[in-house]
C-alpha cells in the first residue's frame, strides 16, 4: 500500500501558481520545499516499511515536517496578502 505524499501542490492545489512562483523565484522557499519533501519521503518511507513508526524519532521527525509546512503554508499566504 502506498502512502499518500504530503507535496504542498497536492495539498494546497488552490495555491499552485503561487507555489510554482515562489519554487522558481525565491531560492529560500525552494530550499525549505526541497527539505520538507524530503522530511515526507522519509516519514513515508517508514510507514510503508513498518520499522520504527512509534518510536520518539519518528515522532519527532512528523512534528519537523508539520512545523515546515505550515511555515511554507505562512509563507505562501504571506504573499497573497503582500500583493
Keep these: ?5 504530503h507535496e504542498l501542490l497536492l495539498d494546497f492545489p488552490e495555491y499552485a501558481d503561487i507555489i510554482r512562483r515562489l519554487l522558481n523565484e525565491d531560492m529560500n522557499f525552494k530550499l525549505e520545499n526541497d527539505l520538507y519533501q524530503r ?7 517508514l510507514q510503508e ?3 520504527g513508526t512509534d518510536d520518539d524519532h519518528y ?4 512534528k519537523q ?3 515546515l509546512k505550515q511555515h511554507l503554508y505562512n509563507r505562501i ?3 497573497i496578502t503582500h500583493h
Design 1 to 5: 500500500m502506498s502512502i499518500a505524499s
Design 39 to 45: 522530511l515526507d519521503k522519509r516519514i513515508r518511507g
Design 49 to 51: 516499511s513498518g520499522i
Design 59 to 62: 515522532a519527532s521527525l512528523k
Design 65 to 67: 515536517r508539520a512545523y
Design 77 to 79: 499566504i504571506g504573499t
